[in-house]
């Protein structure tokens, strides 16, 4: 249906028809022709003439296979919106007790709402009565406060694929009739919608309920206004598709005394992004290397968005530049969302147009190759993709300050090829770069001394196999353990739940091919079962930052409230507790990038133990400060009473 130029000039039928049209065509097909922000148009402009309409307050969810209704304990209300700084400061204002109201500041996800009981996963559905998908547990992850894992405790959020899931793993991953996932949001809903999942377990297909309450950025009210740019830019560096951002108020007693309405609570609104768009010129295309794919990126007319200059966007993967039959030269439409990422929408021919697509790799020369979406270069010693599996692998090793920059110049001045040539490095060979000293020397050689020992899993997720990253290489290693996985035929590994033949087909391949090399990793490094690395059922904790004691007097703290002391920041970690949380040192800059809780040292020493620990903890004394960003949510009551454990906040997917 054609979408009016004039709305105030539709009639009221005709708004109707348009809404229930683009909410089929939304929430039962997963296949939208218009943008979010111009369907919020329609309904607001129903809204004003109408305002109880029952389309206006409607609680629309996606359709999914499901096993049957299942009533909620407690409701999932949808969220009133708005569409500005100034529509929420109102609706603040409104409601606080004082300008210094605290609040919180919450990613609004851009997927599924589900609740998780222990036993039962259902949709938000109507908001009273989900539906039962308790079928595609075996697809889902949980990341929560303090923990990240298999979903196997009670839990109310969003069912998303995240942004780096969905770069690497549904680049390989198959639809049903074949082809590719577009984008994330379109993902969900398919692999919701099936009625069989064994062919995505198959694929290592992924999917991750993020809990409402992992991550918060606590302020009073009326700092909102002079921190908002700085918030949205924060949120869009999260590796989750958001459609926005949730603000309610901190304190839950006062939040819930607000009461609801038949559509939403009042203690809390939601901000959509209104998503811009502007006209523009393609001046060139650039080929930017991944560890196994060339990434085009756009290089553009430059363009202003909210006082943003923009020029450059991604294009995601060849196939998306075939599909939009993109030519250097074109015109294009690039839309924002959100005011932060940019991205291309539409485009038409220009008038002097060229092929933006190459043939040939920019770094070796080498004819490049299609697998699925993506361009890849089948040269083994390419230098550019060398580069990036290289960082790929020291990344999974959890290697601190050895970014590509570094990397650049070991290849070049010390000759490093291979992973295992960075632990033979001496404090010569490092002297040897610009800008390194003797203390910067001394740094790098103790990280490298401090991965040595590692988990089977790192290392496995370091080799950079194709469809093998940290979640299927704990998958596979629950099975058997490294020795035995070089080992296992493809029959073998095919079998393992969740790794399939394409995976197993990979895996072999890579174990035969490169066995002088992981012979060589395994002489310079010592390997760890999982299970044998301290308490597995303790959560564990880091601290970072120059404090008033020992670091171990702190250690000593932690054991005896049920913590086990970690020495640096990985995706295991339960918790950071920082002397100074505005800090930007490395662990923090990690912590913050992988959504792990943060805490001062004066909330960790005053907070009750993890659920684990018996251990009980005086109360805080009065004006301590609240957590920092990516801390679990925690309530505002009076002190001297001690914090909470974060409440399950209920922020239902919106339009």
């Not at 203690?267 to 794919?293: H, M, Q």
């Not at 040539?421 to 770069?433: G, N, V, Y």
């Not at 120059?546 to 640096?568: C, I, T």
């Amino acid at each position: 249906m054609e979408f009016p130029e004039n709305l105030t000039a539709a009639s009221t039928e005709e708004l109707v028809r348009l809404i229930e049209y683009h909410n089929r065509l939304y929430w039962e097909k997963a296949a939208p022709e218009i943008s979010d922000s111009d369907y919020d148009r329609l309904v607001q402009e129903l809204r004003r003439r109408d305002p109880s309409h029952p389309l206006v307050n409607a609680v629309n969810a996606p359709a999914v296979f499901s096993g049957g209704k299942v009533r909620h304990a407690s409701p999932m209300l949808s969220l009133d919106k708005a569409y500005s700084l100034e529509e929420v400061v109102s609706w603040g204002r409104k409601f606080a007790r004082s300008p210094e109201e605290g609040i919180f500041v919450q990613p609004k996800y851009d997927g599924i709402s589900a609740n998780f009981d222990g036993r039962i996963l259902a949709t938000r559905g109507d908001g009273e009565t989900g539906e039962d998908i308790t079928d595609k547990l075996p697809l889902l992850e949980l990341e929560a406060p303090g923990y990240r894992g298999k979903l196997d405790r009670p839990a109310r959020g969003e069912i998303v694929i995240r942004s780096d899931d969905f770069e690497t793993l549904y680049s390989h991953i198959r639809r049903k009739d074949g082809g590719f996932y577009k984008n994330p949001r379109n993902a969900v809903a398919g692999i919701m919608g099936l009625k069989e999942i064994d062919f995505m377990v198959d694929q290592g297909a992924k999917l991750t309920l993020v809990d409402y309450s992992l991550i918060s950025y606590p302020l009073p009210l009326n700092e909102l206004p002079s921190r908002w740019e700085a918030l949205l830019e924060e949120l869009s560096r999260l590796p989750y598709p958001m459609d926005g951002v949730v603000i309610k108020f901190a304190d839950a007693a006062f939040r819930e005394s607000l009461g609801n309405t038949a559509h939403h609570p009042r203690g809390e609104i939601a901000f959509k992004y209104s998503n811009v768009r502007r006209e523009t010129t393609l001046l060139d295309v650039e080929w930017s290397f991944g560890k196994n794919n060339l990434t085009p990126v756009a290089i553009m007319e430059p363009v202003e968005f909210a006082g943003v200059t923009v020029k450059r966007a991604t294009l995601h993967n060849v196939q998306n530049v075939i599909d939009m039959g993109l030519c250097i030269g074109d015109h294009i439409t690039v839309e924002r969302a959100g005011d932060v990422i940019p991205y291309i929408v539409a485009s038409s021919p220009g008038e002097n147009r060229r092929n933006a697509l190459i043939d040939a790799c920019p770094a070796c020369g080498s004819a490049l190759q299609r697998k699925g979406p993506e361009l890849v270069c089948p040269n083994p010693a390419c230098p550019g993709t060398h580069l990036q599996r290289l960082s790929a692998a020291v990344k999974a090793l959890d290697v601190e300050n050895l970014g590509e920059s570094t990397l650049k110049k070991l290849i070049s001045v010390c000759g490093v090829r291979h992973l295992k040539d960075l632990f033979q490095l001496t404090a010569a060979d490092l002297l040897r770069l610009e800008g390194f000293a003797e203390k910067s020397a001394s740094n790098l050689l103790r990280e490298l001394r401090r991965v040595r020992k590692l988990p089977e899993y790192q290392l496995l997720t370091a080799l950079n196999i194709p469809n093998v990253g940290p979640n299927i290489a704990k998958v596979l290693l629950k099975e058997l353990d490294f020795r035995q996985l070089r080992e296992a035929g493809e029959e073998t590994l095919s079998a393992i739940p969740g790794i399939g033949p394409e995976r197993a087909k990979a895996l072999r391949a890579a174990f035969d091919e490169r066995a002088e090399e992981i012979d060589e990793l395994l002489g310079a490094l010592t390997l760890v079962r999982e299970e044998s690395t301290g308490n597995a059922a303790l959560p564990t904790v880091c601290f970072t930052g120059k404090m008033p004691e020992k670091r171990s007097y702190y250690e000593a703290l932690a054991r005896e409230r049920g913590y086990e002391p970690a020495d640096s920041v990985t995706s295991t970690l339960t918790l950071l507790v920082a002397a100074d949380v505005n800090d930007s040192s490395s662990k923090l800059v990690k912590a913050r990038k992988l959504g792990i809780k943060i805490l001062p040292l004066q909330d960790f020493l005053a907070s009750p133990p993890p659920a684990s620990s018996p251990t009980e903890l005086p109360a805080p004394e009065a004006g301590e400060e609240q957590p920092e960003l990516f801390a679990p949510e925690p309530p505002t009551p009076p002190p001297p009473s001690p914090p909470a454990a974060p409440e399950e906040t209920e922020q239902p997917e919106l339009f």
